[in-house]
């Protein structure tokens, strides 16, 4: 933001790279598929507690999947020059190898260059790439990409920290482990004393 411009502004919304097109969502198609699917493992779907699962099953999957709108308003910067962290961002999302969930909290930080943005718009760029079919480690980095591209900050850092039902329920089954992954831009991952302050905020 330059001296000429308004106090705040509108950034893109967190939708590069989306996987899924909500917009070609096909509700019909999408539960013939599922009951298919189930006849196929070998599902009565006469059996009482079934007739509908169908059904259910693809409104949990949509609903997985679709980010809510919101926009991103960015502010000018009053001179704040120290990090900015939202800790412990819970969200969910869905394994793009297993279709089995993935759950737990984002760290993100940033330290402000010209403009800032509100705190609560974290959370929900955060909440926006967690609604797509995912690898938390490719989450990760979008979420820095997205805040390093539209707020142009000294640095940035995320973390996030999940644990994954393809993990503890299936395959090894080791439930309670959990996966961490960073992603540090500039300042953050440059200057060892400004990465550390990150790191230990995050705990």
Request: some cysteine; proline content about 5%.
């Amino acid at each position: 933001m330059t001296s000429g411009d308004s106090d705040r502004r509108a950034a893109a919304p967190p939708t590069p790279g989306r996987i899924v097109d909500v917009s070609r969502l096909d509700l019909g198609a999408a539960e013939q598929a599922a009951s298919e699917l189930l006849r196929a493992i070998g599902a009565d779907l006469e059996y009482p507690g079934l007739t509908d699962t169908p059904r259910r099953v693809v409104a949990s999957l949509a609903e997985l999947v679709t980010p809510a709108e919101f926009t991103a308003t960015l502010f000018r910067n009053e001179g704040y020059d120290e990090l900015v962290l939202v800790r412990d961002i819970s969200f969910q999302s869905l394994c793009m190898h297993h279709l089995l969930p993935f759950h737990g909290v984002a760290h993100v930080a940033y330290l402000p260059g010209e403009c800032i943005i509100g705190l609560s718009k974290l959370a929900r760029v955060v909440e926006a790439f967690a609604r797509d079919l995912q690898l938390q480690e490719r989450m990760t980095v979008q979420i820095a990409d997205w805040l390093e591209q539209e707020l142009a900050p000294r640095g940035v850092g995320v973390v996030l920290s999940a644990e994954h039902m393809c993990m503890t329920i299936r395959g090894v089954r080791k439930p309670g482990t959990r996966t961490v992954t960073s992603a540090l831009r500039g300042t953050l991952r440059d200057d060892a004393r400004t990465r550390q302050e990150f790191f230990s905020l995050v705990g």
